[in-house]
């Protein structure tokens, strides 16, 4: 992203935030569960479905398989993004709480979501 302070430009890396689509429950061990994530558009290119991702809100972290990306008529810039978790969660997530999202450290393509913003932006 392009900023712009005291007459100078600079660039800047903004950091890919999810926020919650609905509740997600605290899971039952050995349960599957998809929760799902809204995500400005403008980041979308940055996320790859198969991927391990790590969510972190405050000091609460969990780590999910990205399985789905689709789109809402009524949310035209954002896309709806389904994370499978990899463990059960300890606390509920409400609606709307807010994630930061990075890439997990075991995933098979290597490259960080830092490295892929910064690629993107020269």
Not at 20 to 39: D, E, K, N
Not at 77 to 105: D, H, M, N, Y
Request: glycine share 4%; aromatic share 12%; charged share 10%.
């Amino acid at each position: 992203m392009l900023g712009l302070l005291a007459g100078c430009l600079y660039w800047y890396l903004a950091v890919p935030y999810v926020t919650a689509a609905a509740t997600i429950p605290v899971a039952q061990p050995g349960q599957p569960v998809v929760c799902y994530f809204w995500l400005q558009n403008r980041h979308l290119d940055h996320f790859r479905v198969g991927e391990l991702y790590q969510l972190q809100h405050r000091q609460q972290y969990f780590t999910a398989r990205l399985v789905s990306i689709s789109y809402a008529s009524n949310r035209v810039a954002e896309a709806k993004l389904g994370f499978e978790l990899q463990a059960p969660l300890s606390t509920q997530i409400q609606v709307q709480q807010r994630f930061k999202v990075s890439i997990a450290p075991d995933t098979a393509s290597g490259q960080s979501l830092l490295a892929r913003f910064t690629a993107a932006t020269e």
